[in-house]
Antibody, heavy 125, light 107 residues
Framework: QVQLVESGGGVVQPGRSLRLSCAAS????????MHWVRQAPGKGLEWVAV????????YYVDSVKGRFTISRDNQKNTLYLQMNSLRAEDTAVYYC??????????????????WGQGTMVTVSS | DIQMTQSPSTLSASVGDRVTITCRAS??????LAWYQQKPGKAPKLLIY???SLQSGVPSRFSGSGSGTEFTLTISSLQPDDFATYYC?????????FGGGTKVEIK
């Protein structure tokens, strides 16, 4: 069965960095685009970033452009989110999610059919 | 960015009720709309994509309709397991956006 397990969350001071990981199993990881989606405490969902199946294309929400970097290691079946220059407003549960579309289809569907359990990131001094 | 507005924000209903949630887009998104269900402390679960396509394994009491800027999620007969928060999401552009959510509570 499809499993996505996030790790790397924690408490960090404003301006510092953190790297999240998402270990995937139960499917052909290298065939799917992957996303990060976050949810601030008591708030709604916000899409953060997407990476295509081969890592060739990446997109970000405006609020994290230049600060966050999404990447993947298809040999290790792992998705990453490098978060730099963290701000209080980045405090949230971060979910990794699989895109519904797989190769040979081009691009991503931007619909999230499987999600991890989430990892909490708290940015506070 | 495309703004997504859900209504109502909270809905009180009883088991067996027919429930309808509305989602409006700030511009046309054709049929590129998905619906998710989220329970407290859990990850969201995909229910519907492309406005009306039922995700595999989702009960048939859930249905979606609409196109352009106005969409609905309908639960034909509310079950105890359906009390949760529901989110719409446009997947028309790479800057994906969600609605603010509709909490379905027990009446």
């Amino acid at each position: 069965q499809v499993q996505l397990v996030e790790s790397g969350g924690g408490v960090v001071q404003p301006g510092r960095s953190l790297r999240l990981s998402c270990a995937a199993s139960g499917f052909s990881f290298s065939s799917y685009g992957m996303h990060w989606v976050r949810q601030a405490p008591g708030k709604g969902l916000e899409w953060v970033a997407v990476i295509w199946y081969d890592g060739s294309t990446k997109y970000y929400v405006d609020s994290v452009k230049g600060r966050f970097t999404i990447s993947r290691d298809n040999q290790k079946n792992t998705l990453y989110l490098q978060m730099n220059s963290l701000r209080a407003e980045d405090t949230a549960v971060y979910y990794c999610a699989r895109d519904r579309k797989s190769i040979p289809a081009v691009g991503t569907d931007d619909v999230f059919d499987f999600w991890g359990q989430g990892t909490m990131v708290t940015v506070s001094s | 960015d495309i703004q997504m507005t859900q209504s109502p924000s909270t809905l009180s209903a009883s088991v067996g009720d027919r429930v309808t949630i509305t989602c409006r887009a700030s511009q046309s998104i054709s049929s590129w709309l998905a619906w998710y269900q989220q329970k407290p402390g859990k990850a969201p679960k995909l229910l519907i994509y492309k406005a009306s396509s039922l995700q595999s394994g989702v009960p048939s009491r859930f249905s979606g309709s609409g196109s352009g800027t106005e969409f609905t999620l309908t639960i034909s007969s509310l079950q105890p397991d359906d009390f949760a928060t529901y989110y719409c999401q446009q997947h028309n552009s790479y800057s994906v956006t969600f609605g603010g959510g509709t909490k379905v509570e027990i009446k």
